[in-house]
């Protein structure tokens, strides 16, 4: 089994800055990327960001240019730091890895539980 644990979120005000982390742990045999998607309220669940193996990342055009992904992939661990926030990027943040765990002959998604980032005006 693999665990995704979030934390860094939290109230800001408009304009403020938060870094989110995740660490993976378990029976982990191998992870190919790890990122971050949010779901706002009557909202469909949307990448934010990605990075895969080799350093490949990928951002929401709503997010470019404010926010940053970074992974260590020895330690299973990614970070998004938020910058510029707006009001509009208040949502649950989850953290979520593709890769394999032990006893599993396929990749799967796996998932954190999410942490709450609200943005006042």
């Known amino acids: 089994q693999v665990q995704l644990v979030e934390s860094g979120g939290g109230l800001v005000q408009a304009g403020g800055s938060l870094r989110l982390s995740c660490a993976a742990s378990g029976s982990i045999f191998s992870i190919n990327a790890m990122g971050w998607y949010r779901q706002a309220p009557g909202k469909q669940r949307e990448l934010v960001a990605v990075m895969r193996d080799g350093g490949i990342t990928k951002y929401a055009d709503s997010v470019k240019g404010r926010f940053t992904i970074s992974r260590d992939n020895a330690k299973n661990t990614v970070s998004l730091q938020m910058n510029s926030l707006k009001p509009e990027d208040t949502a649950v943040y989850y953290c979520?890895?593709?890769?394999?765990?032990?006893?599993?002959?396929?990749?799967?998604?796996?998932w954190g539980q999410g942490t709450q980032v609200t943005v006042s005006s």
């Open positions: 979520s890895a593709r890769g394999r765990d032990l006893l599993t002959p396929y990749e799967d998604d796996y």
